[in-house]
Nanobody
Framework: RLVESGGGLVQAGGSLRLSCTAS???????????WGWYSQVPGKQRELVAG?????????????NYADSVKGRFTISRDNARKRVYLQMNNLKPEDTAVYYC????????WGQGTQVTVSS
């Protein structure tokens, strides 16, 4: 299952680092997936905010992509040994307030509980 953590209440301009652990998933299953972080606000669909493609090895280097609203502020990364995906969030804005989830880029796994990020102005 996917377990997200690291959210909280922060002032505008602050930073948070979100973590997602693929609990119970073996490495050989985790590694081939491309991963993403998604945000959701009440009444709206989940949106992909950051994605990481590729395992990050010499033969399969990673590439990242971001929603325009977070480019230059958010950084997605992965730790294959720990089966984790991270989202470093800098210069947070009130409009970043949402519940954040991780999943594969296809959204193929059951969704976790997410982690709430609240940015005050």
């Amino acid at each position: 299952r996917l377990v997200e953590s690291g959210g909280g209440l922060v002032q505008a301009g602050g930073s948070l680092r979100l973590s997602c652990t693929a609990s119970g998933m073996i490495t050989s299953v985790f590694n081939p997936h491309d991963w993403g972080w998604y945000s959701q606000v009440p009444g709206k669909q989940r949106e992909l905010v950051a994605g990481i493609v590729g395992i990050g090895s010499t033969s399969s280097p990673s590439s990242t992509n971001y929603a325009d609203s977070v480019k230059g502020r958010f950084t997605i990364s992965r730790d294959n040994a720990r089966k984790r995906v991270y989202l470093q969030m800098n210069n947070l804005k009130p409009e970043d307030t949402a519940v954040y989830y991780c999943n594969t880029l296809e959204g193929s796994l059951p969704w976790g509980q997410g982690t709430q990020v609240t940015v005050s102005s």
